[in-house]
């Protein structure tokens, strides 16, 4: 759905007036979760990045053979790009394709870093120690940090729909009211009317409409 400025200042000058208050994409709690989210993928894509290098650089010396660690090294680097993809996507405001752009490839890392940290010997729950502090538990946080933030937006986004359609009924109904061609309105005509339409002026116009109708019934009488 098309949104036009001026009807949205008047889905929020009507949400402040009715008291609707809800979290908001734009708002404090999003921006903060936003910055912490930002924090951790920079930590996370270095683990990556030292992970991948890490792999290579046995290869090279020889301590490993390339068909042993390929799939690792492909799917953390894959997994990786569309991370980025997704916080490229989140600051440009697309939430719900940011949301399954990084959640579904970040759920798809935990396992690959758990097969090459695995230890039945020593660790906790039969994986390194540093399993957890270098991947599961920077993952985890970004997974609810991202879900957290695609909630946020999208129920935003559905309260914000439901009134921007009641504003735009009733200004149907005014736009009626005030234009004498409003059996003949075409939808070029109606979405000019909602690109241009400025709340504040509008209301002002109803009044002088108003008050010139009221003026003119006292002459008459």
Same mark, same amino acid.
């Given at each position: 759905? $098309?949104? @036009?400025?001026?009807?949205? $200042?008047?889905?929020?000058?009507?949400?402040?007036?009715?008291?609707?208050?809800?979290?908001?994409?734009?708002? $404090?709690?999003?921006? =903060?979760?936003?910055?912490?989210?930002?924090?951790?993928? %920079?930590?996370?894509? %270095?683990?990556?990045?030292?992970?991948?290098?890490?792999?290579?650089?046995?290869?090279?010396?020889?301590?490993?053979? /390339?068909?042993?660690?390929?799939? !690792?090294?492909?799917?953390? =680097?894959?997994?990786?790009?569309?991370?980025?993809?997704?916080?490229?996507?989140?600051?440009?405001?697309?939430?719900?394709?940011?949301?399954?752009? =990084?959640?579904?490839?970040?759920?798809?890392?935990?396992?690959?870093? %758990?097969?090459?940290?695995?230890?039945?010997?020593?660790?906790?729950?039969? @994986? #390194?120690? !540093?399993?957890? &502090?270098?991947?599961?538990?920077?993952?985890?946080?970004?997974?609810?940090?991202?879900?957290? /933030?695609?909630?946020?937006?999208?129920?935003?986004?559905?309260?914000?729909? *439901?009134?921007?359609?009641?504003?735009?009924?009733?200004?149907?109904?005014?736009? #009626?009211?005030?234009?004498?061609? =409003?059996?003949?309105?075409?939808?070029?005509? &109606?979405?000019?009317?909602?690109?241009? @339409?400025?709340?504040?002026?509008?209301?002002?116009?109803?009044? *002088?409409?108003?008050?010139?109708?009221?003026?003119?019934?006292?002459?008459?009488?």
């Amino acid at each position: 759905m $098309k949104k @036009y400025d001026g009807v949205l $200042k008047r889905v929020r000058a009507l949400e402040q007036k009715k008291g609707i208050v809800y979290a908001k994409p734009d708002g $404090k709690l999003c921006r =903060s979760l936003r910055v912490i989210y930002t924090v951790v993928f %920079a930590y996370t894509m %270095a683990i990556n990045l030292l992970y991948i290098a890490g792999m290579l650089i046995t290869v090279d010396a020889g301590t490993t053979l /390339m068909p042993d660690v390929l799939n !690792s090294v492909l799917t953390v =680097s894959a997994c990786s790009i569309f991370v980025i993809a997704g916080l490229v996507l989140m600051y440009c405001k697309f939430y719900l394709t940011a949301g399954i752009t =990084s959640v579904i490839p970040l759920v798809f890392l935990v396992p690959v870093f %758990a097969v090459r940290l695995k230890d039945d010997l020593d660790g906790l729950f039969g @994986y #390194k120690y !540093s399993f957890y &502090w270098r991947h599961f538990v920077p993952i985890v946080i970004m997974i609810l940090l991202m879900v957290w /933030m695609t909630v946020i937006a999208q129920r935003a986004k559905i309260k914000t729909d *439901r009134l921007y359609k009641k504003v735009t009924e009733n200004l149907f109904n005014m736009y #009626k009211v005030t234009d004498d061609e =409003s059996e003949n309105i075409s939808e070029e005509q &109606w979405n000019d009317f909602l690109q241009n @339409y400025n709340p504040d002026e509008y209301k002002g116009q109803i009044v *002088r409409e108003i008050t010139e109708e009221k003026a003119e019934n006292n002459e008459v009488q």
